[in-house]
């Protein structure tokens, strides 16, 4: 059964640091994670091709976020560092198959997790 399991969300204040995880069921080719804040659309905000690592980022996160992954865990990380409380949002991991596409395209992304919630207090 394919499962994708976050944790590590919470509250800090501005500039603070918070680690989110994913452990999956299985290894995937591509995952990432994406965000939704009340009354904004859905965002990409990074993600990690298995096979050779290569990372992308959105440019609002760039310098400040970073995705890694431990495979012999089958977990993904999210380190959050310097947050605003512009990342004030409901985090999600996803997952898929298949590479084709862009990475923040969630349209190519077949599994979801539950997501967990990001709050960064000015």
């Known amino acids: 059964q394919v499962q994708l399991v976050e944790s590590g969300g919470g509250s800090v204040q501005d500039g603070g640091s918070l680690r989110l995880s994913c452990a999956a069921s299985?290894?995937?080719?591509?995952m990432g994670w994406f965000r939704q804040a009340p009354g904004k659309e859905r965002e990409g905000v990074g993600a990690?091709?298995?096979?050779?690592?290569?990372?992308y980022y959105a440019d609002s996160v760039k310098g400040r976020f970073t995705i890694s992954q431990d495979n012999t865990k089958k977990t993904l990380y999210l380190q959050m560092n310097s947050l605003k409380p512009e990342d004030t949002a409901m985090y999600y991991c996803a997952a898929t198959f298949s590479t084709i596409g862009y990475w923040n395209d969630g349209d190519r992304y077949t599994y979801w997790g539950q997501g967990t919630q990001v709050t960064v207090s000015s």
């Open positions: 990690i091709y298995r096979a050779s690592g290569t990372t």
């Open positions: 299985t290894l995937y080719p591509r």
